[in-house]
């Protein structure tokens, strides 16, 4: 079964689109969390959620709009998609705030914007 | 905030011991993670050091000094498939975690 698993994998769309993608854990954790890995391979983290509450919410543009139903689910939503929106996006989930230290990653959804 | 600096590149033969060194600069520093994450492949959890000292995990140890804002990881026995990128990561009171910008390891025969 896979711990932490992500919608889609790849996702190739045009300047100006609306996608989402989705996240789902089945590790019983508290905390999740979404982040972009760039061209060079910098992760950095965008938006937090402990226990369907928002926790961290980094400087990023409005565009990007996460919503958890629930403790299991993370969603990122991103509106009028830009080409500098290019990126992989991870899922990551961990216990809780406390043990953010060892968060367990999403295989991934690589977008392109063309 | 949190910046962590670290090495671009390492390159070392298969068998060999490979330091990877990790300076911070932070607010509210709680510890210092270390993940690895192959070519195409997600980052997947190594080790973590909340305390000063050694902390070793089979071929894979992490050391922290707080009073130096230094951390490294030890890759020991180098094997071809340690051939991946090493994050080093600070994490603070609100459970963010901050990455360095990686090391990429080659391991040649």
């Known amino acids: 079964d896979t711990a932490v698993s992500q919608t889609p994998k790849y996702l190739v769309t045009q300047m100006g689109n609306d996608k989402s993608i989705k996240c789902e854990q089945n590790l019983g954790h508290d905390t999740m969390y979404w982040y972009k890995q760039d061209s060079k391979k910098f992760l950095k983290i965008m938006f937090s959620y402990n226990n369907k509450e928002l926790i961290i919410n980094e400087t990023v543009p409005n565009r990007f709009s996460p919503k958890s139903p629930d403790k299991a689910h993370l969603n990122l939503h991103i509106n009028s998609l830009e080409l500098g929106d290019s990126a992989v996006y991870f899922c990551a989930s961990s216990g809780g705030r406390i043990s953010s230290y060892e968060q367990y990653f999403g295989p991934g959804t690589r977008l392109t914007v063309t | 905030g949190q910046s962590l600096e670290q090495p671009s590149e390492v390159t070392a033969v298969e068998g060999a011991i490979v330091q990877i060194n990790c300076t911070y600069q932070t607010s509210g520093f709680y510890g210092l993670s270390w993940y690895q994450q192959h070519d195409g492949g997600a980052p997947t959890f190594l080790s973590y050091n909340a305390l000063d000292g050694l902390e070793e995990t089979g071929r894979f140890s992490s050391f922290l000094s707080r009073s130096d804002s230094y951390g490294y990881l030890l890759l020991q026995e180098l094997q071809m498939k340690d051939s991946a990128s090493y994050f080093c990561?600070?994490?603070?009171?609100?459970?963010?975690?901050?990455f360095g910008a990686g090391t990429q390891v080659v391991v040649t025969p």
């Open positions: 990561a600070g994490s603070d009171s609100w459970g963010k975690l901050q």
